[in-house]
């Protein structure tokens, strides 16, 4: 069946460094792929999106590019802040179906 | 806005009781809503859509006698479950849609002693 997966956290940065975390799908078909992001005490949010082959979703200085040929949806960030520190949830879907299917979180914490 | 919010924030029952988690869009209607679950580590499972005015679709494995969607207006949606257990611990969450996105609340932390 169709599966996300990312790296195990949590991911310990400086403020200013190069964040990239890593997230692949097994997928049947041409899913639309997601990063949410859930700060502490709060719900998850829509970070970005990308909904086919070689789309790049970019949002608050994020971004992440759908590579299909590598199955791969990574999130990069070129210089991170403490206030990036939460937790970041890759998922896909398709097309118009409203299942979301997610990985399991990687937590992110930036020390000044 | 597209603010969702949960009630209660988290619960402590006994094995045997029935407990209500409410999820409420504050500021938009939402004619669908979605129950996740999420166990430590693990990745939000969806368990049930819920649609204002009609029957929750389960997803495969869900018991719908234990847990009991109800979608009663179109910011209020309750999930009830029934006759709990410690293995029924874990945190809940839902979501309501809004056009083409899912707007998703802070979670319910349930354990069952």
């Known amino acids: 069946g169709d599966s996300v997966t990312q790296m195990e956290g949590p991911v310990t940065l400086s403020e200013e460094a190069f964040l990239t975390i890593n997230c692949t799908y097994t997928a049947t078909g041409y899913p639309s792929l997601f990063w949410y992001v859930q700060y502490p005490g709060e719900g998850l949010q829509l970070l970005l999106k990308a909904t086919k082959a070689d789309d790049k979703g970019s949002n608050k200085g994020f971004e992440a590019t759908y590579r299909k040929e590598t199955t791969s949806f990574h999130l990069e960030k070129g210089s991170v802040q403490v206030s990036d520190s939460a937790v970041y949830f890759c998922?896909?879907?398709?097309?118009?179906?409203?299942?979301?299917?997610f990985g399991t979180g990687t937590r992110l914490q930036v020390f000044p | 806005g597209a603010v969702v919010s949960q009630h209660p924030s988290w619960v402590i029952c006994k094995s045997g009781t029935s407990v209500k988690i409410e999820c409420r869009s504050l500021d938009f209607q939402a004619t669908t809503m979605f129950w996740y679950r999420q166990f430590p580590k693990q990745s939000l499972m969806l368990m049930a859509t819920s649609n204002e005015g009609s029957k929750a679709t389960y997803e495969q494995g869900v018991e719908k006698d234990k847990f009991l969607i109800n979608h009663a207006s179109l910011t209020l949606s309750t999930l009830t479950v029934t006759s709990a257990h410690p293995e029924d611990s874990s945190f809940y969450i839902c979501?309501?849609?809004?056009?083409?996105?899912?707007?998703f609340g802070p979670g319910t932390r349930l354990t069952v002693l």
């Open positions: 979501s309501a849609k809004m056009w083409d996105e899912q707007f």
């Open positions: 998922a896909l879907s398709y097309g118009r179906t409203d299942k979301l299917i």
